[in-house]
């Protein structure tokens, strides 16, 4: 069974977490079955961006990274303290402890943030947030940044520019975890 950890910071967009349950739980139900998402949290309760509450699963000191073969990180909104959390040092452990692995790590959005603070987009290409100030900040912690690309992937990171982006990611990563006819057979299903 190949796990993913989905990363969750205060303030998280709960489409951008939901994409990732829902495309890893569909696999496991009617794809190929070998796949499983645990959802990780940095605190016991999580308020979405829009006030929905989420009860991870486990605490992100509880993580043992060998157990893991893919880390998935949502965006969120700085105004509601997505950064605080997403910027702290054992968000930004994990993303290294990841990468030093070559495991597979997934970002939607702003989800590329933390992944580029971490140090490990450093000469790599990724994209973020297509509005505003983020993709200039995301050029700032060293990544090249290819701003009109909706979907980068540099080796084993998947970066997107926006919302939107968000099933796509979730479906590049099952076929990174599985195979191309695999996510192909589950985006059927799911009515893509």
């Given at each position: 069974?190949?796990?993913?950890l989905?990363?969750l910071?205060?303030?998280?967009e709960?489409?951008e ?5 829902d495309?890893i739980g569909w696999?496991?139900?009617d ?6 998402l645990?959802?990780?949290g940095t605190r ?16 992100i ?9 893919a880390l998935?990180?949502?965006g ?6 997505f950064y605080?959390?997403?910027?702290s040092?054992?968000?930004?452990n994990?993303?290294?402890e990841f ?6 790590i997934?970002?939607?959005?702003v ?6 603070k971490s140090g490990v ?8 947030y297509n509005?505003g100030?983020?993709?200039k900040?995301l ?9 009109d690309?909706p979907?980068?992937v ?5 970066t997107s520019y ?5 099933f796509?990611v ?6 990174m975890l599985?195979?191309k006819?695999?996510c192909?057979n589950?985006?059927k299903l799911?009515?893509?």
């Amino acid at each position: 069974m190949k796990k993913v950890l989905l990363l969750l910071a205060n303030g998280f967009e709960a489409a951008e977490a939901s994409v990732f349950t829902d495309v890893i739980g569909w696999n496991k139900s009617d794809g190929d079955g070998t796949t499983d998402l645990i959802t990780v949290g940095t605190r016991e309760k999580l308020k979405c961006t829009f006030n929905f509450t989420v009860i991870p699963e486990m605490h992100i000191n509880e993580v043992n990274i060998d157990e893991f073969d893919a880390l998935a990180v949502p965006g969120g909104f700085e105004e509601a303290g997505f950064y605080e959390d997403a910027y702290s040092e054992d968000f930004l452990n994990i993303i290294r402890e990841f990468d030093k692995r070559g495991k597979i790590i997934a970002s939607i959005c702003v989800g590329a943030l933390p992944i580029g603070k971490s140090g490990v987009l450093a000469c790599r290409n990724a994209t973020t947030y297509n509005f505003g100030k983020r993709q200039k900040q995301l050029s700032e912690f060293g990544a090249n940044v290819l701003g009109d690309e909706p979907i980068v992937v540099d080796k084993n990171i998947i970066t997107s520019y926006n919302p939107s982006t968000a099933f796509g990611v979730a479906f590049k990563l099952l076929e990174m975890l599985t195979s191309k006819e695999n996510c192909d057979n589950v985006k059927k299903l799911m009515g893509f």
